[in-house]
């Protein structure tokens, strides 16, 4: 059963903007639901990687629908901040997950460590853990990042997240200022998704 293409799949998230760019990867051929369409809370990510959150949400999801499951992890590392926000990305936006507020957060936190970090490039990667999981229990990881450093502000209104302050490796715009479709050519999702894609 597992040899055979996957035709209808669950994108296991709650996040809107995850839901769309995940489905823009996907063959416009699949039927493709959310867990919009079951009305399902997220599961507690009390994994400690990318890839154990990844495989937490994806296996409860698959669960509570009996349905193939693709869910995501992803986050930003930031080099001198040791690698924060990392796997808690979202949660730096507090409870209602605002991206303005974790933004802010890690230009505070930078300035902290560097006033003059402005004036410097500050290296950091997004990092993104990808899992397929079939309701037999056979499972597929994949995981893909990409290179870049952080814009001194905002730019940009597309993506979601911290894609307005990344900028990556020898580009000059944030993820927040290039089209969607130049963005998922080039990021850690699509540099995951590549590798997991022969299943659709």
Do not use: Q
């Not at 296991?12 to 639901?33: A, C, H, M, Q, Y």
């Amino acid at each position: 059963m597992y040899n055979k293409k996957i035709s209808k799949i669950l994108i296991g998230t709650n996040n809107p903007g995850k839901v769309k760019e995940i489905r823009d990867l996907l063959p416009k051929s699949l039927n493709v639901f959310s867990t919009k369409n079951f009305k399902i809370k997220s599961p507690s990510e009390n994994g400690k990687s990318f890839e154990e959150n990844s495989f937490i949400k994806a296996k409860f999801f698959s669960k509570k629908t009996k349905m193939i499951c693709l869910s995501d992890d992803s986050g930003l590392e930031i080099d001198i901040l040791n690698g924060k926000p990392g796997i808690h990305s979202s949660r730096w936006g507090g409870k209602d997950k605002n991206f303005n507020k974790a933004i802010n957060k890690v230009f505070r936190e930078i300035k902290k460590k560097d006033k003059d970090w402005k004036n410097k490039k500050i290296k950091a990667r997004f990092i993104c853990a990808l899992t397929i999981y079939w309701p037999g229990g056979k499972i597929k990881k994949s995981s893909g990042k990409v290179e870049g450093y952080i814009s001194s502000k905002k730019k940009g209104k597309n993506g979601f997240g911290y894609d307005p302050i990344f900028i990556p490796l020898n580009k000059k715009k944030t993820f927040g200022e290039i089209s969607p479709r130049l963005k998922y050519k080039s990021d850690h999702r699509y540099n995951a998704f590549k590798k997991i894609k022969k299943f659709f």
